[in-house]
């Protein structure tokens, strides 16, 4: 099973550096240009979908700042040069951000759903108070659920004896304790969140296709946020737990399929290109971004030459 490890491996040194580049100009550039927005342009405004989408920019933020080793890690053929610390830290940050990103999208697609749904009740009742706490909630439990990959990754697995790898969980002696770990990872942090994400979007759709007073702008934001949230599940999110699992599967039965292996090494890069995604659910959600990034709709002109 090693040998034929190093066979498939030079994908994985391949694409991963180039891919992991590109990932950290667009969204550190994006990221950031969407929370100097949020917090100059929705200062007036400071309601409950700005604090949650803040949250969201900052834990994008926190974590592409750890790109860089992971580009040098490969381009090094993957050999760690940073130390145990930072790659347990990395690891941590890496579901830290994934599944922050995974319950604060959840998060905001409630807010909007009840927002749209009842929306008297979200003026008279849900304050941006609230969204605070649930920010915490989530990063609370996300650090939690996160915890056990300070433990799991380690540099001290000899499965390349030239190279110090930085690894998620060294196999050793059949221990299942990991894979039973990811797999309570992709239940409660992905398929969770989904059928909560997803059911808002049907009461959601199901409001909108009934209220006729709604805009065509209105439609068009509406669009694009569900939109976003879908391509982020499909590319992003379900894609790497299912090739994780899969490829954990093989890896403890000591099988190895390389188009297995390729598929997960792509949905990896694929997991963390939802922070150059995030930009463009923001621009769904803010005039202030949107208006900044494409400039105003023809509606919105109208509007602004009625009101003067």
């Not at 979908?49 to 053929?77: E, F, K, Q, R």
């Not at 579901?95 to 008279?124: E, H």
């Not at 196999?171 to 059928?195: E, T, W």
Request: aromatic content about 16%; glycine content about 4%; hydrophobic content about 50%.
């Amino acid at each position: 099973m090693e040998n034929n490890s190093f066979l498939c491996e030079g994908f994985q040194v391949a694409l991963l550096p180039s891919m992991y580049g590109m990932e950290f100009i667009v969204a550190l550039a994006g990221n950031m240009f969407a929370l100097w927005l949020l917090v100059v342009r929705e200062r007036r405004n400071w309601h409950t979908g700005v604090v949650l989408s803040c949250n969201l920019a900052i834990s994008d933020l926190l974590y592409v700042l750890t790109l860089p080793l992971l580009i040098v890690y490969y381009s090094l053929g993957k050999h760690w040069v940073f130390g145990g610390a930072l790659c347990k830290i990395e690891r941590f940050l890496f579901s830290c951000n994934l599944y922050v990103s995974i319950f604060f999208i959840m998060a905001i697609s409630v807010n909007r759903c009840v927002a749209i749904a009842c929306p008297f009740f979200t003026r008279s009742y849900v304050e941006p108070a609230h969204a605070k706490v649930v920010s915490v909630i989530i990063w609370i439990v996300v650090g939690v659920i996160s915890c056990p990959e300070l433990k799991f990754a380690t540099v001290n697995c000899n499965e390349h004896k030239n190279n110090t790898l930085c690894v998620s969980f060294c196999f050793k002696n059949q221990d299942l304790s990991y894979f039973y770990y990811k797999i309570f990872l992709a239940v409660f942090g992905c398929v969770f969140p989904f059928v909560v994400t997803f059911t808002a979007y049907c009461v959601f759709i199901s409001v909108i296709w009934k209220n006729v007073s709604i805009t065509t702008l209105e439609k068009r934001k509406i669009g694009l946020l569900v939109g976003s949230v879908i391509v982020l599940y499909a590319i992003s999110f379900v894609p790497y737990h299912i090739f994780q699992i899969y490829r954990l599967y093989q890896k403890i039965n000591e099988h190895k399929e390389c188009w297995v292996y390729n598929m997960y090494q792509v949905s990896k890069g694929l997991a963390t290109l939802n922070m150059c995604i995030h930009p463009i659910l923001y621009m769904a959600l803010f005039d202030s971004i949107r208006v900044a990034c494409c400039g105003k709709s023809s509606e919105e002109k109208q509007l602004g030459v009625m009101r003067k």
